[in-house]
């Protein structure tokens, strides 16, 4: 009698007994949404045209066009370099730059004389500048992803970049108003017609050195000297790195005259901290600090002067905006008043005033495309932000090395903190600051600092989703060396 055969187990249920997760690269995912956003973006720009031009004109889709060929060849180099990096990045940034070019089209238009609209350049103005941007930023964002094949590998540039982004963030302060300060904030570094944001790319080299610095010290910072509501707070004598990073973002609020810039360096430390020593008392510490800190250069503002004077100035056109509503609160007031002119579901794109607005095309961005697309509208682009920032924590979570934890953990709380202070400020939340709100603002600093964001968190989600071998071993796994357990966090096997 012949024993009957055995079925073969297949690689699902193989996977299964043996415990390990299965893994996909999702490319194919990534190229559909990629291609969705897309057409959304041509969408907006035929709508912007009908409601701005009373007709939409042959070559509306070319912009669209332009910026899905870009993206599809970051496309193409993500699944050549990094195949398992998070399908949902490029997709929901492309959509956000897409609208962010669409818009800076729209206040082109509205900026030129009737006559000549229909025949206003694609490649011209605003947001030309801005397409071509978007073609250095994302060939920047491919050059990093070639150049760091292991994102552990920045940790052996630490100090290097910690020191370059303090020399970043001291150039603005140290130079002349006239090289430096643009509507009252000293955050550039001007020359000829040409001007650059350093902090934009300061951001990146400090992030990078609080989390090497964090692995290294996130022991002696986890300890605890005594227990107060339940609450473990750190011992006295630990708290110099958090003081030293307090005094340097105070004097960002002073000398570079910011308070976003501030917040957001002192926030992603702060963060990070907490991120490596999962201690709430490093939270209320550094919001006592941080706030602390403002409401005394408040004072000092009101009463001495000096550097003081142009926070105090920023903190009173916060309190009362129609004070002086054609003066020093002019910009404020109107961002407002755009806002409510939105309402729910907005005037429709291009059919708002967008001309009427200072600095729409940069720091008040979201609220003139807020007055086109309204409330709901609104609330898409920050759930997409939202979005993103949930990727990068996800990443963090799942990455199996502490740095990397930390690296993708600060950059996606960064990014989340500068929407937070764009639209705080506009909203009046909070007093206005000189940042631009990331992928949707005019200019290269920003654009490009926010694409390498972007990359490296690829970067970081493709070493967390990667297969290894079930034994652990590094069949696929990027050299380096062993990946470093945070708190003992198991690490997870995973394969195709």
Known sequence: MTAAAVPAASPASTGEQS?????????NAELSLLLLAMVLVAAYAAMVEAKALDTITSDFWIPAAALGLVFLGLHLVIRWLAPYADPALLPAVALLNGIGVGFLRRYDLAKAAPADREDLAIFAGTGGRQLAWTLAAVVLAAGLLAILRDHRSLSRYAYTLGLAGIVLVMIPAVLPS??????????????????????EFAKLALLTFFAYYLVRKREVLSLASR????????????????????????LVLIFEKDLGTSLLYFGMFVVTLYIATERVSWLLIGLILFFGGAYLAYVLGSTVGGPFANFYDRAQIWLDPFAEPYDRGYQLVQGLLTLGTGGLFGAGPGGGQPTLLPEVQTDFIFAGIGEEIGLFGLSALLVIYLLIVERGLRAALA???SF?????????FTLGLQVFVIVGGISKLIPLTGQTTPFLSAGGSSLMANWLLIAVLLRVSDGARRPVTGGGGPAARPSGGPPEQLHGAPTEVIRP
């Open 227 to 250: 227990r107060v509501l339940g609450i473990d707070f750190p011992r006295g004598r630990d708290l110099g790195p958090v003081l030293v990073v307090w005094l340097v973002s105070l």
């Open 399 to 401: 990455v199996r090395d």
């Open 178 to 199: 006239r090289f430096s300060e643009i509507n009252g904030a000293k955050l550039w570094i001007k020359f000829g017609g040409f001007s650059i944001q350093p902090g």
């Open 404 to 412: 990397g934890k930390l690296l993708a953990g600060g950059l996606a």
């Open 19 to 27: 415990g390990v997760r299965l893994a996909r690269s999702r490319r």
